[in-house]
C-alpha cells in the first residue's frame, strides 16, 4: 500500500488592497476581500474583477440612520413589545404602532415621515426664528442659580443684597414692557415656567425674584441628582404657584419655636459644660425642627412607631427635643 502523500501547501502574499482616499468619504473592504486575502500555492492570480456588490463610496454629508434600518431592528421590536403589553414607550413611537395597527402600511409611514422632516427643515431655513422662549428660559435658570445671592437675608438692614447684572432682563435681550404670550416650557419640576400666560417681562421678573431673592436663598443647582434637584425645586416654587400650600403664619411660629429650642440647648450645654467633650449640633439647628415635622407628617399617614439611627453629632438635642428625655436624665 502506498504511502499518502500530503501537498504542501503554501500560503501566498496577501492581496494588496487600495482604497479610495478622498477626503470626506467612507470606505471599509468587501466581504470577498476581507475573507479571501491569500491564494493556495499552484493557483494562478486573476486580476480581481470589480465586484457590482462592492459598497460604493459615500460622503459623510449624506450618511443617515433611518430608524427603519436594519441595525435598528432589535430596539424597535423591543419597543413595539413593550407597547403590545401596554408599557410605557415614546409618544412617537406609540403614534406609529398606533398606526400600523389601523393598517397602514410601514413604507407609507416612512415617506410620510421623510416629507415631514422635509418640510420641518424647509420652514426652518425660510422662517426667521423665535429665540424669546430660549432667551426667557436661560433668565430662569439665571434665578434658580444666582437668586440666592440677591436674597434679603439681613433683618438688620445693614447689608444691602448683591445686585446681579445676570439677573436683570436686559442681559438677555428682554425688556420689562415686552409681552410674553405663548412661552410655555414643560420641564419637569419646574413649575414657575408653567405660570400662566400672557404676562409681561416685569411681572415674570417680578415673581422669580419673589421665589429666589426673597427672605430665603436656595442654592441647590449643584446637586448631582436630577430627581433631587426637581424634588426641591418643585417645593420651592409651589408656594408662589399655589397661594393655599404656602406656610401658614402659625406654621412659620411653631418652626421657629423648634429652631429656638435647638439653638438654645446648644448654648446652654456650651455654658454649663465648656470643658465637657461632646458633639454639638452647631450650625445644623434645623435638624431638629426638620425631624419633627418628618415625625408630624408619619403620624398623619398612620405610623405608630418610629427607630431612629445616628451619629454622635447632634445626639444629645435629637434626644432632648425630639425623642423628648427628660434633662434629668440627660445632664445626671
Known amino acids: 500500500a502506498g504511502a499518502a502523500t500530503k501537498a504542501a501547501r503554501t500560503p501566498g502574499p496577501p492581496q494588496q488592497q487600495t482604497r479610495r482616499s478622498s477626503p470626506g468619504y467612507a470606505w471599509a473592504p468587501s466581504a470577498a476581500q476581507a475573507f479571501h486575502g491569500t491564494q493556495r500555492a499552484g493557483q494562478e492570480t486573476q486580476p480581481e474583477a470589480?465586484?457590482?456588490?462592492?459598497?460604493?463610496?459615500?460622503?459623510?454629508s449624506r450618511m443617515s440612520d433611518s430608524f427603519l434600518c436594519g441595525s435598528s431592528s432589535n430596539y424597535v421590536e423591543s419597543l413595539e413589545s413593550d407597547y403590545?403589553?401596554?408599557?410605557?414607550?415614546?409618544?412617537?413611537?406609540?403614534?406609529?404602532?398606533?398606526?400600523?395597527?389601523?393598517?397602514?402600511?410601514p413604507s407609507d409611514l416612512a415617506h410620510a415621515h421623510h416629507a415631514l422632516e422635509a418640510s420641518s427643515g424647509a420652514q426652518a431655513v425660510q422662517g426667521t426664528p423665535d429665540t424669546t422662549g430660549t432667551k426667557v428660559l436661560t433668565m430662569i435658570q439665571a434665578y434658580e442659580s444666582l437668586g440666592?445671592?440677591?436674597?434679603?437675608?439681613?433683618?438688620l438692614r445693614l447689608q444691602r443684597p448683591e445686585q446681579l447684572e445676570a439677573l436683570r432682563p436686559e442681559y438677555y435681550g428682554l425688556h420689562g414692557g415686552e409681552m410674553l404670550r405663548s412661552v410655555t416650557f414643560h420641564v419637569p419640576g419646574s413649575g414657575i415656567v408653567d405660570?400662566?400666560?400672557?404676562?409681561t417681562v416685569?411681572?415674570?421678573?417680578?415673581?422669580?425674584?419673589?421665589?429666589?431673592?426673597?427672605?430665603?436663598?436656595?442654592e441647590f443647582t449643584h446637586i448631582g441628582e436630577p430627581e433631587m434637584r426637581a424634588w426641591l425645586l418643585e417645593r420651592i416654587e409651589?408656594?408662589?404657584l399655589n397661594p393655599d400650600a404656602a406656610y401658614t403664619l402659625e406654621r412659620k411660629r411653631l418652626m421657629l419655636q423648634r429652631t429656638a429650642k435647638s439653638v438654645l440647648f446648644e448654648d446652654f450645654l456650651?455654658?454649663?459644660f465648656p470643658a465637657t467633650k461632646r458633639f454639638g449640633l452647631d450650625g445644623g439647628w434645623s435638624l431638629v425642627p426638620g425631624m419633627l415635622s418628618l415625625v408630624d407628617r408619619a403620624a398623619d399617614e398612620g405610623v405608630e412607631q418610629i427607630e431612629m439611627g445616628m451619629a454622635h453629632r447632634g445626639r444629645l438635642n435629637v434626644l432632648a427635643n425630639v425623642v423628648g428625655k427628660p434633662m434629668e436624665q440627660l445632664l445626671s
Do not use: Q
Open 50 to 60: 470589480k465586484s457590482s456588490s462592492s459598497p460604493e463610496p459615500v460622503p459623510i
Open 84 to 105: 403590545a403589553r401596554g408599557l410605557p414607550v415614546p409618544s412617537s413611537w406609540a403614534s406609529y404602532f398606533h398606526a400600523l395597527e389601523s393598517g397602514h402600511s
Open 148 to 155: 440666592h445671592r440677591m436674597a434679603d437675608l439681613d433683618p
Open 195 to 199: 405660570v400662566p400666560m400672557p404676562k
Open 202 to 218: 416685569s411681572r415674570l421678573v417680578e415673581e422669580l425674584r419673589d421665589v429666589y431673592c426673597g427672605k430665603v436663598g436656595y
Open 238 to 240: 409651589e408656594p408662589a
Open 270 to 272: 456650651n455654658t454649663k
